[in-house]
């Protein structure tokens, strides 16, 4: 919750933004606060779905991966 709500005051903010400098503060803000989020979110995906719908549920499954082409 903290992450959230932090994110969502350094977004008003960066919105209300009077010049570069509050800005370029209220965007890192942002960065440090969404850091605090992705693990929510994963730890969400992960008690959500199992096995492969897990996969499937974070967009990473193996056709989703880059794909390598190898020289012959």
Known sequence: MIGLAGF???SALGGA?????ML?????AQG???ALLAP???SLLTI??????RGRASGCSRRSGPRVRRSA
């Open 8 to 10: 969502a005051a350094a």
């Open 17 to 21: 933004a009077a010049g570069p400098a």
């Open 24 to 28: 370029f503060g209220a965007r890192a």
């Open 32 to 34: 440090v606060f969404a």
């Open 40 to 42: 929510a979110a994963l």
């Open 48 to 53: 959500t779905f199992g096995g492969a719908e």
